[in-house]
């Protein structure tokens, strides 16, 4: 942290000395950047987030000298100040539509944001959709949404709200920026996000793409595999230990298989692999609609620390929720397992209860 702030600082010190935009110097950066095409009085060259969040790189990056700095301090800034990503922590946000609730997605981001994590998964169901006529303008309500958070990378997964027609495939693509199926690194985690959107189940493609992808990052340490239905659900339930995707995960390595789509929160064990139903943030809660039963809105913020991986499971705070903290271990496949000592000794105001 102190070395990124010194960065900072000599960011801010160069900022002083060079007022000029790339368009108006001549250096060997400006051309790098021009012949790539890049407006850096729009985005930071790097990371394409909005330059209002990166102005000190316009004048470093006019300078050849300074374009090295340039680079580590955009580095900096869009890996939340993290120097190191051996140690780094994300967020796992849930389904908002599903009968989206009022406000609730809204608060679920303005409470992740303020934790700054480096990036954010979503597990699906952005737009409620099912209809190709009213889903650009409910993927245009998304964006207008997400735009005060442009500066957290997003990896959305494909939920069944979301995908239902070839139109709302290009539509997803378009807005999210990502494909059905992917996967990234982000220091010594690998995530692979499949797609179930259609069916219940993970098709045999699906599972021949996540074969060969965990094959080809086999290195990677840490492993998470995302899809939006938790297809998994009733084979770990009966403890089978030979379903298709328990055996990938099993073969390759994989710690952690999360998923939206029940708005429930769960955690399951299977032969060394964790299994996660992810709570609502924002799609309607069912059944009971009780907090020690999984049914809450929230978001898990999840730290890395080298092989060390902590979930954190954060309900949202008053007036859709009431603040409270778990960690996922006290969480099993009924609900909440037991009550954390330290929350049953909490005062209803640490946790914003109503007085």
């Known amino acids: 942290m102190l070395a990124s702030m010194k960065v900072a600082a000599g960011l801010r010190t160069a900022a002083s000395r060079f007022d000029s935009s790339i368009e108006g110097s001549g250096g060997l950066a400006a051309n790098w950047v021009k012949a790539r095409g890049i407006n850096a009085k729009k985005s930071c060259f790097m990371c394409d987030r909005q330059k209002s969040a990166h102005a000190v790189i316009r004048d470093c990056v006019a300078c050849p000298r300074n374009l090295f700095i340039a680079v580590v301090a955009c580095a900096l800034l869009c890996s ?29 981001w303005r409470e992740t944001a303020a934790e700054r994590p480096a990036f954010v998964v979503a597990t699906g169901d952005m737009i409620e959709g099912l209809n190709d006529a009213t889903a650009p303008a409910q993927w245009a309500e998304v964006e207008r949404l997400l735009r005060p958070y442009r500066g957290f990378p997003l990896y959305a997964v494909p939920g ?39 069916t219940e189940e993970l098709s045999s493609g699906e599972l021949s793409f996540l074969e060969s992808d965990l094959k080809a990052h086999a ?12 297809s998994w659900l009733i084979d770990v339930a009966v403890r089978n230990p030979d379903f298709a995707l328990q055996r990938l995960a099993r073969q390759y390595g994989v710690q952690y298989v999360i998923a939206g789509h029940v708005h429930q929160l769960l955690r399951m064990e299977l032969g060394g692999v964790t299994y996660i139903s992810m709570p609502s943030s924002g799609g309607h809660l069912r059944a009971s609609g009780e907090y020690e039963d999984g049914w809450f809105f929230g978001h898990a913020l999840v730290e890395v620390s080298g092989a060390k991986v902590d979930f954190q499971i954060e309900e ?17 496949m009924l609900g909440l397992a037991h009550r954390p000592a330290a929350q049953e000794r909490r005062p209803a105001t640490r946790v914003g209860a109503p007085s």
């Open 80 to 108: 939340g100040f993290s120097a190191d990503r051996g140690v780094f922590r994300f967020a796992i946000l849930g389904d908002r539509t599903g009968e989206a609730q009022s406000g609730v997605y809204e608060q679920a």
């Open 160 to 198: 069944n709200h979301d995908i239902w027609s070839a139109e709302s495939e290009r539509l997803f693509e378009r807005h999210t920026g990502r494909p059905l199926r992917y996967s990234f690194d982000y220091g010594a985690a690998h995530f692979t996000i499949l797609d179930n959107s259609r």
């Open 219 to 230: 290195a990677q340490p840490l492993k998470f595999v995302l899809s939006h239905r938790p």
């Open 316 to 332: 949202l705070k008053p007036p859709h929720g009431q603040g409270r903290v778990t960690r996922l271990a006290d969480w099993g």
